[in-house]
């Protein structure tokens, strides 16, 4: 019963997935032509998005339940007094599920090595085959209902822990290249004339510093008193959250120090806000999961934490499939390396084209095929970044869950010290990271940036 709910769930999110393959991308592009790389990678975007609703069903109690049922061939798991094994199954059914998504990005990363243009025979496994790479994720993530407990408890636990990180830094990179991308486009607009963007630019960056001030006020009231009959002197959330506020003063004046203004001339508040946004939030989720000075109000933290790290996770992955130009951070890191990506992803007009190439490259589904002289992003980067994606909503659903660090009596990474380091790490490579970004074209004059 347990199998066939997870199949059934896999399956619908599946079909779905299927449904907006790049033929269905085609067909909503009945004024403009679709590049074949842009209409592939949204379809992968929403096969990940398809993979990752099935996991979040896990996690209903009665689905749970039904789990449970599978102890017969996966091992039963020890409960705790107090603990709700339901909850415990539901988490090993979302490591299952994404167990799949994961090997089968996995495997396209490693079948798609060395690919140069879409004449490769293995393109057709990178545009097409849709039904077959839906049996395949399907497969093998029901066949992981079947595999020992220990598995996932132990190893595969690690291996989300690790690849979740790793996709953090990945995440990094995303929200730099968004915040520096941003700014150039407004400040441009700006620059032109346009009232409007000047104004939106003044509401953007007040609104995010004023956002992450309220909340480092709030962090200081509400995070760094004990709690209960704990006689902890909460030394460690003030440390976090008064670096945190020296990072956030770095990286302002940083971004509107004068010799960084004349490398760059369109730095300024905006992408600090948004950076200084990121690192406020990361130091909150940190602090919320764990501690003896985590307000026992706040309860509903880890739910808010889970659906916004969700909502971000998706918003990069997606940001990831479309923005690959070679000025990018993306495409200076391997997702993009050839002049075709220079042009627009989508083009609003194809007049131009010649009538050769229309006959020759485009597909009855309005889709063009622009890599025929090469690919305009590296293929199997790109599956190595959703693989490292799957990992990571694999550990946001889970609560960073199912190994237990030795902090906490429990299962739970995400209530743990493991958990708090990870975060506030990433918040800080994050925040180095950016500031790196300004100041490279000083440090290395030689060296072009753009």
């Known amino acids: 019963m347990a199998s066939l709910l997870g199949c059934s769930a896999l399956s619908l999110c599946g079909e779905a997935a299927c449904c907006f393959g790049p033929a269905a991308v085609g067909c909503c592009c009945t004024r403009r032509v679709c590049h074949n790389s842009t209409s592939t990678r949204i379809a992968?975007?929403?096969?990940?998005?398809?993979?990752?609703?099935?996991?979040w069903v896990m996690l209903e109690?009665?689905?749970?339940s039904q789990i449970s049922r599978m102890s017969k061939y996966s091992g039963d798991i020890d409960c705790g007094e107090g603990e709700d094994c339901d909850e415990r199954w539901g988490q090993l059914g979302v490591l299952r599920v994404m167990f799949g998504s994961t090997v089968l990005f996995a495997l396209l990363a490693l079948v798609m090595t060395g690919v140069k243009t879409s004449q490769d025979g293995r393109a057709g496994l990178q545009n097409g085959f849709?039904?077959?790479?839906?049996?395949l994720v399907v497969g093998l993530s029901t066949a992981a209902f079947f595999m020992p407990n220990t598995f996932f408890s132990g190893p595969w636990g690690y291996i989300g822990l690790v690849g979740g990180f790793m996709f953090l830094i990945v995440q990094m990179i995303l929200l730099v290249d968004f915040a520096h991308a941003w700014a150039e486009s407004w400040v441009g607009k700006m620059e032109e004339g346009s009232s409007c963007h000047k104004w939106g630019l003044l509401i953007a960056t007040l609104s995010m510093y004023l956002v992450s001030f309220t909340a480092t006020v709030l962090l200081y009231v509400f995070y760094?008193?004990?709690?209960?009959?704990?006689?902890?002197?909460?030394g460690l959330e003030k440390f976090l959250i008064s670096f945190n506020g020296i990072l956030a003063l770095l990286m302002t004046i940083v971004g509107v120090n004068g010799r960084v203004?004349?490398?760059?001339?369109?730095?300024?508040?905006?992408?600090?806000?948004?950076m200084v946004t990121y690192t406020t939030y990361?130091?909150?989720s940190a602090l919320s999961d764990n501690g003896p000075c985590?307000?026992?109000s706040m309860d509903a933290n880890s739910t808010t934490d889970t659906v916004l790290a969700a909502m971000f996770t998706f918003v990069a992955v997606c940001y990831a499939s479309l923005r690959t130009t070679s000025a990018s951070q993306i495409?200076?890191?391997?997702m993009g390396d050839n002049d075709e990506e220079n042009k627009a992803l989508l083009k609003d007009n194809d007049d131009d084209l010649d009538s050769e190439e229309l006959g020759s490259g485009r597909k009855a589904n309005n889709t063009r095929d622009n890599e025929r002289d090469g690919v305009t992003y590296n293929w199997s980067m790109f599956h190595v970044t959703f693989m490292l994606a799957s990992l990571y909503i694999m550990m946001v659903l889970c609560d960073w869950g199912v190994i237990n660090d030795g902090y906490t009596a429990t299962i739970h990474i995400g209530r743990g010290t493991s958990s708090l380091w990870i975060k506030v790490v990433s918040g800080w490579i994050c925040a180095l990271l950016y500031v790196w970004t300004l100041i490279a074209p000083i440090c290395l004059p030689n060296r072009d940036f753009d």
Do not use: F, N
């Not at 992968?44 to 996991?55: D, G, K, R, W």
């Open 44 to 55: 992968y975007a929403v096969l990940l998005l398809s993979m990752s609703i099935a996991a």
């Open 61 to 64: 109690p009665k689905v749970g």
């Open 130 to 135: 849709w039904g077959i790479k839906l049996l």
């Open 224 to 234: 760094t008193k004990p709690q209960g009959d704990s006689d902890s002197s909460c």
């Open 261 to 274: 203004r004349e490398a760059m001339p369109k730095s300024g508040l905006l992408q600090s806000g948004v």
């Open 282 to 284: 990361l130091t909150w």
């Open 294 to 296: 985590r307000p026992g």
């Open 331 to 334: 495409g200076k890191l391997g």
